[in-house]
């Protein structure tokens, strides 16, 4: 039976956990066996620069949080050596960095994660990362809006000068008569 002190550590622990996952955009679930210490490194710091908290912590304490955040069926995936990121902002950068070290590293596995409130399994936390970035998004939409302004411009542009070209070449001819 743990010490009185050393439950209460556990509660603080998954209390403060609960809450991070609780005001978090997404987070990820991983089996991170396997991968190499320098990987790993590159990875921690990826996910860092992205505004990402990865946090290896007991699978029994991951579950208690999970549970108390509202997703439960996460549980069911902690099994081995499991950690968690979890994206404060941005609800895809997680699942794009991790999934770019679980396509070079064959052993590390997604396995599962949530956003805005909602469960996803592997699959759907590899369909996330698919999803451009915002920046990319707004670009996309920015560029689609703008393309046939343009068009309407140059148009418009066009029938000016035509106007122009008419309307100056009748004085010109006046001038050499």
Do not use: W
């Given at each position: 039976?743990?010490?009185?002190?050393?439950?209460?550590q556990?509660?603080?622990?998954?209390a403060?956990?609960t809450?991070?996952?609780?005001?978090s955009?997404?987070?990820?679930?991983?089996?991170?066996q396997?991968?190499?210490?320098e990987?790993?490194?590159?990875?921690?710091?990826?996910?860092?620069?992205?505004?990402?908290?990865?946090?290896?912590v007991?699978?029994?304490?991951?579950?208690r949080?999970c549970?108390?955040?509202?997703?439960g069926?996460?549980?069911?995936?902690?099994?081995?050596?499991?950690?968690i990121?979890?994206?404060?902002?941005?609800?895809?950068?997680a699942?794009?960095?991790l999934k770019?070290?679980?396509?070079?590293?064959?052993?590390?596995?997604?396995?599962?994660?949530?956003?805005?409130?909602?469960?996803?399994?592997?699959?759907?936390?590899?369909?996330?990362?698919?999803?451009?970035?915002k920046?990319i998004?707004?670009?996309?939409?920015?560029?689609?809006?703008?393309?046939?302004?343009?068009?309407?411009?140059?148009a418009?542009?066009?029938?000016?000068?035509?106007?122009?070209?008419?309307?100056?070449?009748a004085?010109a001819?006046?001038a050499?008569?």
């Amino acid at each position: 039976m743990p010490s009185k002190k050393i439950l209460e550590q556990k509660q603080q622990a998954v209390a403060e956990l609960t809450e991070l996952i609780k005001a978090s955009a997404a987070g990820v679930l991983v089996n991170y066996q396997g991968i190499k210490v320098e990987d790993d490194t590159k990875m921690r710091k990826a996910l860092r620069e992205a505004g990402v908290k990865y946090m290896v912590v007991k699978n029994s304490l991951t579950g208690r949080a999970c549970e108390a955040a509202g997703y439960g069926e996460m549980k069911e995936h902690l099994n081995g050596m499991t950690a968690i990121a979890i994206s404060e902002n941005d609800p895809i950068v997680a699942a794009k960095v991790l999934k770019e070290y679980a396509e070079k590293v064959e052993s590390f596995q997604i396995l599962s994660g949530y956003v805005d409130g909602k469960m996803l399994d592997a699959a759907g936390v590899n369909a996330l990362a698919e999803v451009p970035s915002k920046e990319i998004l707004i670009a996309k939409f920015l560029g689609s809006i703008r393309s046939p302004l343009y068009g309407f411009a140059y148009a418009i542009q066009a029938v000016i000068d035509k106007n122009n070209e008419g309307g100056e070449a009748a004085p010109a001819e006046e001038a050499q008569a």
